[in-house]
């Protein structure tokens, strides 16, 4: 074998293992950005728990659970700063299951994690206070989650 002849054998052996080198790292950055859309995943849904959380610690303190039992009630006026914290309430609590139904679409969280709230909230948007506040507020919610939403209700569910 000449000078030549073991230059280019040398050259195609060098290829071979640089093409190799990308395969590897190809296939180490999609398991980086695979791990990546996990721990976004993961902290998506932590942040969704943790907007339930913060509604339902907040009915642990009793004036604010008397306002949301008659604010469901519709005996709130709603000129008055009760209501508005009532109003803020329903709000934050039908934020956050439009944040749990886009996760759920998404496949972010499965399914029933979504379909495990629809019970309850479909009940509290059947009582009047909150059905006067949702009706002013639907319009600054995603068009397809208040039509599930109407779909819930009108089934009874």
């Not at 293992?17 to 721990?39: D, E, H, N």
């Not at 934050?92 to 029933?112: D, T």
Request: proline residues 2%; hydrophobic residues 45%; aromatic residues 12%.
């Amino acid at each position: 074998m000449d000078h030549q002849a073991f230059a280019q054998l040398l050259g195609n052996y060098g290829e071979f293992v640089g093409a190799i080198t990308v395969l590897a790292t190809l296939a180490y950055l999609a398991y980086q950005l695979r791990q990546g859309t996990r721990a976004l995943e993961r902290a998506d849904v932590r942040a969704i728990m943790e907007r339930f959380d913060a509604f339902f610690i907040s009915l642990e303190h009793q004036e604010t659970a008397a306002l949301w039992l008659e604010g469901q009630a519709g005996g709130l006026n709603a000129e008055s700063a009760r209501y508005l914290s009532f109003f803020s309430l329903v709000t934050r609590y039908a934020y956050a299951m439009q944040n749990l139904w886009e996760s759920a679409r998404q496949g972010i969280v499965s399914e029933p994690m979504w379909t495990r709230q629809i019970p309850a909230f479909a009940g509290t948007l059947s009582t009047p206070g909150v059905e006067q506040v949702w009706e002013q507020i639907r319009s600054g919610f995603a068009e397809d989650f208040v039509n599930e939403v109407e779909e819930l209700r009108s089934a009874g569910t």
